[in-house]
């Protein structure tokens, strides 16, 4: 009931007039139903915050050294950006951040046991040790500083402006179908911003792990939903990944029935969340954040819904911090069921397109079919640009209707092979000539022709000479 209401909500939204009473109030309605879906725990704010920083804020070569539980404490930003121009390679600056992020996280630990070991009223403290005492003034604990500096509380992220505008600006291609899917399958909309997340929309994202595509699927999970082999990997295709992502988010809703859940879910499993449940005994997603301490429970986990709803916050107010991106035209495009195998440069040539385009439109197919050494199979959904038209489809039939003909025209295999196997090839024997022996010797004694001479001329071999001859047929 709660994805309808927010369905017909934004339905309102989209068919009320721009401006006036009724679009606003349609527009109210959208935003509270998308807040009952999606709530926002007042204790989850902090990360919110940091995570709009971090997508919006913060450069590829900015890193962000943070306590991993509260958000809010930031030591300090680390700031690579001026070695740009300092002639280092990619490779060569990317190295030089982790070492210097270490050595700073190292600092920070040595500061925070000093802190604890100064006890609760420290003096002579440096201006760094002060900068870090202050930032956890309004914790009580008596152990704060010791527990700070664990391992798995210091923690370092490295901004995402960029990547998450470029991914914004894809995403923009591919948000109205992917929008359309959803809907059929009664879906709030919003939750196509998951990619923003898991992949920044990278189209070829493909992580360690195996996981592919702009929804980050792997493979074993991927086969449930959609074609996973060597020939076709839909994981790969934001269309057919999208299709696959609705029922699987579908399915763990029904298990689970909220959306803080679902999404934290889509990350940490269903089976975990289902423990996590049980052993916190709430819902509440703030509370499971706060209180569940799973093994595997970790920093994405645990920071995963609120990066969506992070994203949802950036991707609704995406000028305010980008400015205007320059739009990627709409995805145009049209799908045809292949009732047959079909080799990319025959579709492409009955699509009236490259094989290269017609390859970015279908970006499941493997190398292997691309390069043309294998067939795209029978049952493929190929996706042709829109220009093709209806004339495709003719076009297939009268292709198809001559591979048949051909196909039929040709000699069939069994009865070339017995052809091939009624001529036998004589067989050469090798013959070894004794002393004295002659041509006509030799040929009567084999019952071979002899080889023409000059008449009236009795030819003799040279005695140890090795002569090939051909044997007669049985026939």
Sequence with gaps: MQIRALFLATLLATLAPAGGVRAAEAEAAADAGQARLFPRPAG????????????????????????????????????????????????????????????????????????????????????????VYDLWADDPAPDRFLAAADDKRLHSQRGLRERFAEGLRISRRYFPEMERIFREEELPVELVRLPLIESCFNLRAYSKVGAAGIWQFMPKTGRLFMRVDNLVDERRDPISSTRAAARFLTRVHDRLDTWPLTITAYNHGPEGVARAVSEVGTTDIASIVRDYHGKAFGFASRNFYVEFLAALDVERDFK???????????????????????????AARLARTGRSELASLNPALSTLVVSGRRAIPAGYRLRLPESAGGRFEDRLAEFSAEQRVTSSASPPLLHVAAAAKGRVRPAVLTYRVRRAQTVSHTTKKHKVSAPSHRPGKKTRHRPRQNLKIRAQSAA
């Design 44 to 131: 989850l704010e902090p990360q919110i915050h940091f995570w709009r920083a971090i997508f919006t804020q913060y450069s590829a070569h900015q890193v962000v050294l943070h306590d991993a539980v509260n958000l809010d404490k930031v030591y300090k930003v680390l700031d690579f950006r001026s070695r740009l121009d300092d002639g280092f390679s990619d490779g060569e600056l990317a190295g030089l951040e982790r070492i210097e992020t270490d050595v700073e996280l190292d600092r920070l630990r040595a500061t925070l046991l000093r802190l604890h070991a100064l006890g609760p009223h420290p003096e002579s403290l440096t201006a760094e040790e002060r900068a």
């Design 320 to 346: 305010t911090y980008f400015g205007d991106l320059s739009d990627e035209p709409p995805l145009r495009s049209r799908e045809r069921r292949l009732e047959r195998p079909l080799g990319i440069e025959a």
